[in-house]
Each structure stands twice: as C-alpha cells, then as structure tokens.
C-alpha cells in the first residue's frame, strides 16, 4: 500500500512509475520496482541511523 501512495503522491516515485510504464513495462512490474525502492531507502536510513526528511526541491 505505501508503494501506491508513493507512486501517487512522491514526484520522484511517481516519475521512476511513468518512465517504466512508457518504457511496456507491466503496471505490477512497475508498481514491484517503486516498492524495492522504498525498501533501499529505509535501509539506508536505518544503517546511517537518519530520519526521513522530505526534499525541499
């Protein structure tokens, strides 16, 4: 569920979604990229013990 809303409300999320779908990827398969994504990201906050901080840009 967090990988729809990050594909619905994250620009960066919802332009790496746009790219593979324009790119004849299946929406599942794009949808499955967006989650590994958040997962490498919570890991690396986890290891540099840092909290999340939404991009002013």
Request: proline share 2%.
């Amino acid at each position: 569920m967090l990988a729809l809303v990050a594909m619905r409300f994250n620009k960066q999320m919802k332009a790496k979604y746009e790219a593979l779908k324009g790119a004849g990827k299946p929406g599942k398969v794009a949808l499955t990229a967006i989650m590994r994504k958040l997962i490498e990201r919570a890991n690396v906050l986890i290891r540099d013990e840092r909290k999340w901080a939404q991009n002013a840009a």
